[in-house]
């Protein structure tokens, strides 16, 4: 048994006892002291503090340890929560939220945290809305009847039982519960007590959050409550009138008169210290100014006027604030993103540019990544300005952080351009080699999109390929085989002659070639194709194909390479047929069926059709060049001029191609109902190449773009080499219907943008930040008697997000009585907030009078945005109801 203690109570004097009821002995007091004593104290010992707790976890070695120290307290709680007169609950509830917070499972306490809201001690109270914070939620049924309880405490008379609940109010609160208590909490918004109303204005930015048609009921209120003293009351209203302008266009209107009100309190915390008190890292009050700077930011996007009234106190803010704390660079970061997001000078923004340029040269790492994080943001609004600090980003590749790393290199990307393109792939070539796969293969794509564009010669490009499969190993995407295949393909004979031998040594001389595959691929088709140019050794080039091929280490598409490569051998080089035909024959009986195939059908060509292996191995014609390899960007892409033979021996392999309307039809499905005879079948015509050097530019001549002469659908739709409409025409079996002269490709003279405005347009499709509208430009008659009407639309497509879209590529689709005409687009890269230009050359192929359905259209495009590839389809069927009848 416990031990027994005894009280001494003849201690107490005799006129003490007289002052108990004659029924209360002193017999019976004992007793129950006793009993108190016995059961509280010695039968149920105190459980384990929060302190203790976290020391035992601390302590743990192995994640099993930690786990059972969790999973021991987590059973005592759960039995303690079972019992009715635990004095410990509080205690209890808060370890049961230290262990929610580490991550395991503490549901079981959510009935307990309302037990606990509900009761009236102050202490019980807090630990229970604090447990409700963390452990509830809109999609649990008890959040629900926690709505009584806040009300209660809404009205309570102590002003910290107000605050608790108003704190929890604004971090769970539900559209349900928020239309339950909107006129509490409106009551408190007006209140005397300032932390009261602080609290309720924060709430309330909760409730216009969950529940935007609120909002109405704060406006007039915010307005005053600009004018406080308090800075804990003007930081809540600034935030609620941010989110109600980000939430209402209508808002956002509203509150553009209190612009001044704003420039005026920001130029006093920044020159004439408002605040003293708030003095944080001797920055006045930090806090309040990053708000008005977010909200000066929202106030001002796209407006040039109420953008004119903070270009004072922007530059005041950007050249007065002490850089050396981190609450000095948290507001020149608001102040560079208000700057770069409102219509500023161009002083402004150079002046916001050499802020980042700042931050790369700060020791933080934090510092220099949120530095090149907001660049690769801006870097479209003042492309020049960044330039200026090219050198110090190319050095932030060396940085030891990976996640530095990877925005410099995004940023490198960026600032690519003829001038530079040399010295910038230099150092990210130097990045690649030590950086990990994932970012290689990533880095090695991109770097071959930016030699495509900005090569200034064929040989220095070839170099950086070389390299690429060189560093980058296995570690590539296969658009670099494609394009290196491409480009060799598409160089002149002495560079071909170049890169073989080239490729040849690196192969010779390089060790490990299992983990450069993608290398072993390119070297053995460029062998393949122009081995005869190359000056080496044909008996120790059989030998090495030899040794490749019985490797273990190298894949089967390797393999198939080399095989195919031999095979090619044999007619490029003479003298070695016997010792190929050998190493063929061994493959007849492999493993694997493709490589058995292989072998077999050129074993077949070395007996018994010997006579058609020179012309069925001979080389392969030039690949077609990617659209960004075009000869704006390099000359010495241009392609030579046709002879007469060449071009009679192009002309039979155009008109061979399938001349039926499947192919579109394919493309963007079966979008329109068709009749037996077709009369609803898609007719789309893209640009010829050869069109977009004749007819009128895109732009006006002010302005340049890559105007390369591709159509959108060059790689969709098959198209005649030589270039002209007619035989595009009867490519897709449209040679019939367009038989007068000119009527499709009739130029009409093009007008700059600037005048867009003033013309119709419809708006197409809005979502996921992504903005089409179509401007619908009037009707142009042809002189000639026999055509019918031909009009223009200019597609405008407008990036929203914040991210950059990348390969964008529109694509459409009309009835057969209308021929559609795509012109090149003035880009395929959208920063955020920018556009792209296209224009649609619609006719008519039947006459308005003869009937037939009015104009319809298909509308496809696709795009990449971080590495992931969207499509989007939809139907335009709205136009003008006189448009082309």
Same mark, same amino acid.
Request: aromatic share 8%; net charge negative; glycine share 4%.
């Given at each position: 048994?416990?031990?027994?203690?005894?009280?001494?109570?003849?201690?107490?004097?005799?006129?003490?006892?007289?002052?108990?009821?004659?029924?209360?002995?002193?017999?019976?007091?004992?007793?129950?002291?006793?009993?108190?004593?016995? &059961?509280?104290?010695?039968? +149920?010992?105190?459980?384990?503090?929060?302190?203790?707790?976290?020391?035992?976890?601390?302590?743990?070695?192995?994640?099993?340890?930690?786990?059972?120290?969790?999973?021991?307290?987590?059973? *005592?709680?759960?039995?303690?929560?079972?019992?009715?007169?635990?004095?410990?609950?509080?205690?209890?509830?808060?370890?049961?939220?230290?262990?929610?917070?580490?991550?395991?499972?503490?549901?079981?306490?959510?009935?307990?945290?309302?037990?606990?809201?509900?009761?009236?001690?102050?202490?019980?109270? /807090?630990?229970?809305?604090?447990?409700?914070?963390?452990?509830?939620?809109?999609?649990?049924?008890?959040?629900?009847?926690?709505?009584?309880?806040?009300?209660?405490?809404?009205?309570?008379?102590?002003?910290?039982?107000?605050?608790?609940?108003?704190?929890?109010?604004?971090?769970?609160?539900? =559209?349900?519960?928020?239309?339950?208590?909107?006129?509490?909490?409106?009551?408190?918004?007006?209140?005397?007590?300032?932390?009261?109303?602080?609290?309720?204005?924060?709430?309330?930015?909760?409730?216009?959050?969950?529940?935007?048609?609120?909002?109405?009921?704060?406006?007039?209120?915010?307005?005053?409550?600009?004018?406080?003293?308090?800075?804990?009351?003007?930081?809540?209203?600034? %935030?609620?009138?941010?989110?109600?302008?980000?939430?209402?266009?209508?808002?956002?209107?509203?509150?553009?008169?209190?612009?001044?009100?704003?420039?005026?309190?920001?130029?006093?915390?920044?020159?004439?210290?408002?605040?003293?008190?708030?003095?944080?890292?001797?920055?006045?009050?930090?806090?309040?100014?990053?708000?008005?700077?977010?909200?000066?930011?929202?106030?001002?996007?796209?407006?040039?006027?109420?953008?004119?009234?903070?270009?004072?106190?922007?530059?005041?803010?950007? %050249?007065?604030?002490?850089?050396?704390?981190?609450?000095?660079?948290?507001?020149?970061?608001?102040?560079?993103?208000?700057?770069?997001?409102?219509?500023?000078?161009?002083?402004?923004?150079?002046?916001?540019?050499?802020?980042?340029?700042?931050?790369?040269?700060?020791?933080?790492?934090?510092?220099?990544?949120?530095?090149?994080?907001?660049?690769?943001?801006?870097?479209?609004?003042?492309?020049?300005?960044? !330039?200026?600090? /090219?050198?110090?980003?190319?050095?932030?590749?060396?940085?030891?952080? =990976?996640?530095?790393? /990877?925005?410099?290199?995004?940023?490198?990307?960026?600032?690519?351009?003829?001038?530079?393109?040399?010295?910038?792939?230099?150092?990210?070539?130097?990045?690649?080699?030590?950086?990990?796969?994932?970012?290689?293969?990533?880095?090695?794509?991109?770097?071959?999109?930016?030699?495509?564009?900005?090569?200034?010669? #064929?040989?220095? @490009?070839?170099?950086?390929?070389?390299?690429?499969?060189?560093?980058?190993?296995?570690?590539?995407?296969?658009?670099?085989?494609?394009?290196?295949?491409?480009?060799?393909?598409?160089?002149?004979? @002495?560079?071909?002659?170049?890169?073989?031998?080239?490729?040849?040594?690196?192969?010779?001389?390089?060790?490990?070639?299992?983990?450069?595959?993608?290398?072993?691929?390119?070297?053995?088709?460029?062998?393949?194709?122009?081995?005869?140019?190359?000056?080496?050794?044909?008996?120790?080039?059989?030998?090495?194909?030899?040794?490749?091929?019985?490797?273990?280490?190298?894949?089967?598409?390797?393999?198939? *390479?080399?095989?195919?490569?031999?095979?090619?051998?044999?007619?490029?080089?003479?003298?070695?047929?016997?010792?190929?035909?050998?190493?063929?024959?061994?493959? /007849?009986? @492999?493993?694997?069926?493709?490589?058995?195939?292989?072998?077999?059908?050129?074993?077949?060509?070395?007996?018994?059709?010997?006579?058609?292996?020179?012309?069925?191995?001979?080389?392969?014609?030039?690949?077609?060049?990617?659209?960004?390899?075009?000869?704006?960007?390099?000359?010495?892409?241009?392609?030579?001029?046709?002879?007469?033979?060449?071009?009679?021996?192009?002309?039979?392999?155009?008109?061979?191609? =399938?001349?039926?309307?499947? #192919?579109?039809?394919?493309?963007?499905?079966?979008?329109?109902?068709?009749?037996?005879?077709?009369?609803?079948?898609?007719?789309?015509?893209?640009?010829?190449?050869?069109?977009?050097?004749?007819? !009128?530019?895109?732009?006006?001549?002010?302005?340049?773009?890559? !105007?390369?002469?591709?159509?959108?659908?060059?790689?969709?739709?098959?198209?005649?080499?030589?270039?002209? $409409?007619?035989?595009?025409?009867?490519?897709?079996?449209?040679?019939?219907?367009?038989?007068?002269?000119?009527? %499709?490709?009739?130029?009409?003279?093009? &007008?700059?943008?600037?005048?867009?405005?003033?013309?119709?347009?419809?708006?197409?499709?809005?979502?996921?930040?992504?903005?089409?509208?179509?401007?619908? @430009?009037? $009707?142009?008659?042809?002189? !000639?008697?026999?055509?019918?009407?031909?009009?223009?639309?200019?597609?405008?497509?407008?990036?929203?997000?914040?991210?950059?879209?990348? +390969?964008?590529?529109?694509?459409?689709?009309?009835?057969?009585?209308?021929?559609?005409?795509?012109?090149?687009?003035?880009?395929?890269?959208?920063?955020?907030?920018? $556009?792209?230009?296209?224009?649609?050359?619609?006719?008519?192929?039947?006459?308005?009078?003869?009937?037939?359905?009015?104009?319809?259209? +298909?509308?496809?495009?696709?795009?990449?945005?971080?590495?992931?590839?969207?499509?989007?389809?939809?139907?335009?069927?709205?136009?003008?109801?006189?448009?082309?009848?």
């Amino acid at each position: 048994m416990y031990p027994y203690y005894e009280t001494d109570w003849s201690i107490l004097p005799p006129e003490h006892n007289r002052r108990y009821s004659p029924g209360l002995t002193i017999n019976n007091i004992k007793q129950v002291i006793n009993e108190t004593i016995e &059961t509280n104290i010695l039968r +149920k010992p105190a459980p384990t503090r929060l302190r203790e707790l976290i020391r035992q976890i601390r302590a743990c070695r192995t994640a099993a340890e930690e786990r059972a120290v969790v999973n021991t307290e987590c059973a *005592y709680i759960r039995s303690t929560f079972r019992e009715t007169d635990c004095i410990w609950k509080c205690r209890n509830m808060a370890k049961l939220l230290y262990i929610h917070m580490l991550g395991y499972p503490a549901h079981f306490g959510q009935v307990e945290c309302l037990k606990l809201a509900a009761s009236s001690k102050y202490t019980d109270k /807090r630990i229970g809305y604090l447990g409700a914070m963390l452990l509830l939620d809109e999609r649990t049924d008890v959040h629900v009847l926690l709505t009584n309880c806040l009300k209660n405490d809404l009205n309570s008379p102590t002003q910290f039982v107000v605050g608790t609940a108003l704190c929890t109010l604004a971090a769970i609160a539900s =559209p349900e519960m928020a239309r339950d208590l909107c006129n509490d909490v409106e009551r408190l918004i007006v209140s005397t007590n300032a932390f009261l109303r602080k609290k309720a204005i924060l709430c309330a930015f909760r409730f216009v959050r969950r529940v935007p048609e609120l909002m109405e009921d704060y406006l007039p209120k915010c307005e005053v409550f600009l004018a406080d003293k308090n800075h804990g009351i003007l930081i809540a209203t600034i %935030t609620l009138i941010t989110e109600m302008c980000e939430q209402s266009v209508a808002v956002l209107r509203y509150f553009k008169s209190i612009i001044p009100t704003l420039v005026r309190m920001l130029k006093s915390l920044t020159v004439t210290g408002y605040s003293p008190e708030h003095l944080v890292s001797g920055v006045s009050d930090p806090f309040l100014q990053v708000k008005i700077l977010r909200l000066l930011r929202v106030l001002g996007h796209g407006d040039p006027a109420q953008s004119e009234i903070m270009n004072d106190v922007l530059a005041q803010v950007a %050249t007065s604030t002490e850089t050396s704390k981190n609450a000095g660079n948290a507001i020149l970061y608001e102040t560079v993103l208000t700057i770069m997001n409102v219509e500023s000078e161009n002083s402004l923004r150079v002046l916001a540019v050499n802020i980042l340029g700042r931050f790369l040269l700060n020791n933080d790492k934090n510092i220099r990544f949120i530095g090149l994080l907001t660049l690769v943001k801006t870097v479209h609004k003042d492309m020049t300005a960044v !330039q200026r600090h /090219r050198i110090t980003i190319l050095e932030c590749l060396s940085d030891g952080d =990976p996640s530095i790393q /990877r925005c410099a290199m995004e940023l490198s990307f960026t600032l690519i351009n003829t001038q530079n393109i040399e010295m910038v792939v230099r150092e990210l070539l130097r990045y690649l080699e030590s950086t990990d796969a994932e970012m290689k293969a990533l880095c090695s794509s991109k770097i071959v999109l930016a030699a495509e564009t900005y090569s200034p010669s #064929i040989r220095w @490009h070839l170099d950086v390929l070389l390299r690429i499969l060189t560093i980058a190993g296995n570690n590539i995407r296969d658009d670099v085989i494609s394009s290196t295949i491409q480009l060799i393909s598409n160089s002149p004979q @002495h560079e071909q002659r170049f890169i073989t031998d080239k490729m040849w040594e690196a192969i010779m001389n390089m060790n490990q070639l299992e983990n450069r595959q993608p290398l072993v691929q390119v070297a053995v088709w460029t062998i393949g194709e122009y081995g005869e140019a190359g000056g080496f050794d044909e008996f120790e080039l059989i030998e090495h194909y030899r040794q490749l091929l019985w490797a273990p280490q190298l894949s089967i598409t390797t393999k198939q *390479y080399i095989l195919v490569s031999l095979a090619k051998i044999s007619v490029r080089i003479n003298g070695c047929t016997p010792e190929i035909q050998n190493i063929i024959n061994s493959f /007849r009986v @492999h493993m694997n069926i493709d490589l058995q195939q292989r072998a077999n059908e050129f074993s077949q060509l070395f007996t018994n059709y010997k006579h058609l292996r020179n012309s069925l191995l001979e080389k392969m014609p030039k690949l077609k060049l990617t659209e960004l390899t075009t000869s704006e960007y390099n000359a010495d892409f241009a392609a030579p001029q046709s002879t007469e033979v060449e071009e009679q021996q192009e002309e039979p392999a155009a008109v061979q191609e =399938p001349s039926n309307q499947d #192919i579109l039809l394919d493309l963007l499905g079966d979008c329109f109902s068709s009749d037996g005879n077709g009369n609803n079948a898609l007719a789309v015509v893209p640009v010829p190449q050869s069109a977009a050097v004749t007819t !009128q530019p895109y732009y006006p001549p002010t302005t340049s773009f890559n !105007q390369a002469g591709l159509s959108s659908y060059n790689n969709n739709v098959p198209m005649a080499m030589a270039g002209t $409409t007619d035989s595009i025409m009867d490519l897709l079996g449209l040679a019939a219907a367009s038989s007068a002269p000119n009527q %499709t490709h009739q130029t009409i003279p093009y &007008t700059s943008f600037g005048t867009i405005a003033s013309i119709p347009s419809i708006d197409v499709y809005h979502k996921d930040d992504i903005y089409i509208r179509f401007f619908i @430009h009037p $009707t142009v008659e042809d002189q !000639q008697p026999s055509s019918t009407a031909t009009a223009r639309i200019t597609v405008q497509t407008t990036n929203g997000s914040q991210a950059t879209i990348e +390969k964008f590529l529109f694509q459409a689709a009309v009835p057969k009585s209308f021929v559609l005409t795509l012109r090149e687009p003035s880009s395929t890269v959208m920063p955020p907030g920018g $556009t792209i230009m296209q224009d649609l050359l619609i006719a008519r192929q039947t006459p308005p009078s003869q009937g037939g359905p009015g104009l319809r259209m +298909k509308v496809r495009f696709s795009y990449e945005v971080e590495n992931y590839s969207m499509m989007e389809q939809i139907d335009v069927n709205e136009f003008p109801s006189g448009f082309l009848r």
